[in-house]
């Protein structure tokens, strides 16, 4: 994946859009986990995924998606889950 950035204060351009210094930090993990599951430790994985399969990797702060396509991963970033994950813990302290 070529990606072209442009250093601007405190955000980067990329692909015509401005990204603050969180998203550039998401899109740095999303990297980060491309790197690794199309390497060799990462193969025990990728290896148990059939094509076209997918599995989610939450944190407190974000969500990745993850799909296997053409034998390789790829890393998608589905949403700043800060919101969801403070509505869960919610719902989850409603049930006490």
Do not use: C, W
């Amino acid at each position: 994946m070529k990606v072209n950035l442009r250093e601007d204060s405190n955000a980067v351009q990329e692909r015509g859009f401005l990204m603050s210094s969180r998203e550039q930090e998401i899109a740095k993990i999303a990297k980060m986990y491309t790197r690794y599951l199309n390497g060799p430790l990462g193969h025990g994985v990728m290896d148990h995924l059939k094509e076209g399969e997918s599995f989610t990797v939450r944190s407190q702060d974000e969500m990745l998606e993850i799909i296997k396509q053409k034998g390789k991963a790829i890393v998608k970033i589905l949403e700043d889950s800060r919101t969801d994950a403070t509505n869960d813990t919610s719902r989850l302290s409603n049930l006490h």
